[in-house]
């Protein structure tokens, strides 16, 4: 067993400082008996890029770009800090509803060439009719799974073939795909998530890695039937589970800090000191999980706690195992 | 009024020299002596990619005293969205003009992504609106709406960007775009809009340009002809109550000296002559495309066939992929020629150089200190 663990980027703010953060809830009034230099030089962004690579520095595998619509674009962000970050892959989240799948495809191929391959996608649409609209994107509920498919073909295709045409009902392109040094290069890996009997389908059918949510019901069977169905499409995926997570040395404190932020007993949060944790993931990679993509308020700290304190158990405990 | 100065990046390679105009600097040819391609040490990678040699380029402008670059956008270059951001932590003035058309990516989505990039940069994004421009290549891209069609989604596309961002929570019902209550989160709705750079030179993208243009985007053309087509453009807009301004895309060959420029246009020209072709034969309903390509370059024998006037020259779009007419002389008649565009309209300038990196230095350091802009336009009108 090999676990990955990837980080979420705090794009729509952190739970911080109101001094620098302007998406946070409510700023602070300056307090103008310090002389402030700062003046506008600093956003969000600033602070995210570091969080970034705190997460590469803990010995994080992965970072991933949300897709929150009350933060910053998520391909931006995953652009910023591309010339930063040197091993970990960069997971981009967004919507087949925001735009041309050639035109995605063909920005994926300049980050792998500028990268190294390390890009990836997670393609998700909101099931929320109203928030859909505010975004400009008008598919009908029941359309969505067939347009994130259409979407899979056609990007999937211009990225893997200079002669491709395909008409659909949402795309469409003629004799598309990249030549020159723009061909050749990987496909970003496909995150999917869901965990309906279509969701699961298209996972199958076209997704690299499927991402579950921590508190899913019926996960290990859940993961079965997606493994067994992948199998029967002569493929194979990848098991990804998205948790929030506190963790502190004294377990009375993480559990204190989980309760400060909202999220005592909460079924989507992990809350325990460092040998619980390690232990929890664990069973969880028992379960069939291969990636763990963690979340927290305090991004900075909770990531350094994580790498450097619950990682090393795991990788040890693994170590020992194999 | 002062006058803006954007360099270009190259985005899909660039040539060691105007003398011998291979794309040999990139991974867009096989390496051969003489190519500098970041990537390889002694044929191995070296971790180092196209964008490191981007980044230079763009430093390199700025340092010389360019406000920014144009980041072409074509099927066979990298992308602009891409580069901006890859670029944003590591420049410190210069400003990302983002070639795209509406088509690639929906309104609200645009505007959240120029947001955050107005953030990241304390506001150094810009528009480079392409419309026109695709004709049956458009559906190598995914796009199958008519030429005249793709103006009146481009301005429903600004229409909803400008809307979203500025007057969020905002509703439009369009016959291309439709958004309902869309809105930027408030830190990114306080950004400034990117200023949009704007060409098309058929009378819907005038329409279009009108309505959400600040700058008119042209390439060179020769000057009468240039003249009449900011008239009327400023005259059209105007008439539409909206002052928009008009800026010229051009190529140079910049020497000490007239003969030294003369030199390297004609050594280009005849390195290229074994592979005579026209970069704008492709399929394409462009307007202005076709205006320069009745330049007919590729028919000419002798370099000197091009020139069509003191220091024009019609031999560019053999030399690379682009328009036919630039600029070809000594330091200061490079910027008489600037000072007489400035003279008959033009407010600013997007220029180029082979090589890229190098000829930043060169044009910045120079040619625009002898730029006298408007003072030079009054005694020019005077003449």
């Known amino acids: 067993m090999s676990l990955e663990f990837y980080w979420y980027l705090p794009t729509a703010g952190d739970g911080r400082s109101k001094a620098f953060d302007q998406l946070a809830p409510a700023k602070d009034t300056p307090n103008t008996t310090i002389r402030d230099l700062r003046r506008d030089h600093y956003t969000n962004i600033d602070y995210i890029t570091q969080v970034a690579r705190a997460a590469e520095l803990a010995g994080f595998d992965g970072l991933i770009a949300p897709d929150d619509a009350a933060g910053e674009a998520s391909w931006i962000v995953a652009g910023l800090i591309a010339r930063d970050i040197k091993r970990p892959k960069i997971i981009t989240e967004f919507s087949p509803g925001a735009g041309s799948a050639v035109y995605f495809a063909k920005k994926a191929v300049t980050f792998q060439r500028y990268s190294g391959n390390r890009l990836g996608w997670s393609l998700a649409t909101s099931t929320d009719a109203a928030t859909r609209k505010a975004l400009g994107d008008f598919v009908a509920d029941g359309d969505i799974a067939r347009r994130l498919e259409e979407f899979l073909i056609v990007s999937k295709g211009v990225g893997s073939s200079d002669d491709f045409t395909f008409k659909g009902e949402f795309f469409e392109v003629l004799k598309g795909g990249f030549g020159g040094p723009l061909s050749g290069w990987q496909l970003p890996e496909i995150s999917l998530s869901g965990d309906t009997s279509e969701a699961l389908e298209i996972s199958a059918g076209y997704g690299d890695v499927h991402v579950f949510e921590l508190g899913t019901a019926d996960l290990a069977s859940k993961i079965a039937r997606l493994k067994a169905l992948t199998a029967t499409k002569a493929r194979t995926i990848n098991i990804a589970l998205k948790a929030r997570i506190f963790a502190h040395d004294d377990l009375d404190r993480a559990a204190l800090e989980a309760k400060r932020a909202g999220f005592e007993n909460d079924a989507q949060t992990l809350t325990g000191d460092y040998d619980s944790l390690a232990e929890d993931l664990l069973l969880l990679g028992e379960l069939g999980v291969d990636r763990f993509q963690l979340f927290a308020p305090h991004s900075l700290e909770t990531a350094y706690r994580i790498g450097e304190h619950v990682l090393p158990r795991i990788r040890q405990a693994l170590r020992k195992a194999a | 009024m002062s006058i803006d100065f954007f360099w270009r990046l190259p985005t899909h390679g660039c040539s060691t020299s105007v003398r011998n105009p291979s794309l040999t600097r990139g991974d867009w040819v096989p390496l051969t002596e003489g190519n500098q391609a970041p990537g390889l040490y002694d044929g191995r990678p070296d971790g180092s990619t196209y964008i490191d040699h981007v980044a230079q380029i763009a430093k390199a402008a700025e340092i010389s005293g360019f406000h920014g670059g144009l980041i072409p956008s074509f099927p066979m270059t990298d992308d602009p969205w891409v580069i901006s951001s890859h670029l944003a932590r590591e420049t410190k003035t210069f400003r990302f003009m983002i070639a795209f058309q509406p088509g690639f990516i929906n309104p609200v989505e645009t505007a959240r992504l120029t947001a955050s990039l107005q953030r990241a940069t304390g506001g150094r994004a810009l528009f480079n609106i392409i419309t026109g421009g695709g004709g049956p290549s458009q559906l190598w891209w995914g796009d199958s709406f008519a030429h005249d069609d793709r103006y009146g989604r481009t301005t429903e596309f600004l229409d909803i960007l400008k809307g979203a961002w500025k007057d969020g929570p905002y509703s439009q019902n369009g016959k291309f775009y439709s958004v309902e209550n869309g809105q930027l989160p408030a830190a990114l709705a306080a950004t400034d809009l990117p200023e949009i750079y704007f060409s098309g030179s058929s009378d819907a993208a005038l329409q279009s340009a009108s309505k959400h243009a600040d700058y008119y985007l042209s390439w060179l053309e020769p000057f009468e002809q240039l003249k009449a087509k900011f008239g009327a453009v400023k005259e059209k807009t105007d008439a539409l109550g909206r002052k928009i301004k008009c800026s010229v895309r051009v190529d140079l060959i910049a020497r000490p000296t007239e003969e030294e420029a003369w030199a390297d246009a004609k050594a280009g020209f005849e390195a290229t002559a074994h592979k005579r072709s026209d970069s704008f034969k492709q399929a394409s309903d462009s307007v202005g ?95």
């Open chain 2, 289 to 383: 495309a076709a205006r320069q390509a009745a330049f007919k370059a590729s028919d000419a024998k002798h370099y000197d066939e091009l020139i069509i006037g003191p220091n024009l020259w019609t031999g560019f779009s053999l030399l690379r992929g682009g328009p036919a007419l630039g600029i070809v002389g000594s330091y200061e008649q490079c910027a008489q020629k600037l000072d007489e565009l400035i003279a008959l309209g033009t407010d600013s300038f997007i220029l180029a150089g082979t090589p890229h990196l190098e000829e930043a230095y060169r044009v910045g350091e120079e040619v625009l200190p002898l730029v006298r802009g408007r003072q030079a336009s009054l005694s020019i009108a005077a003449e």
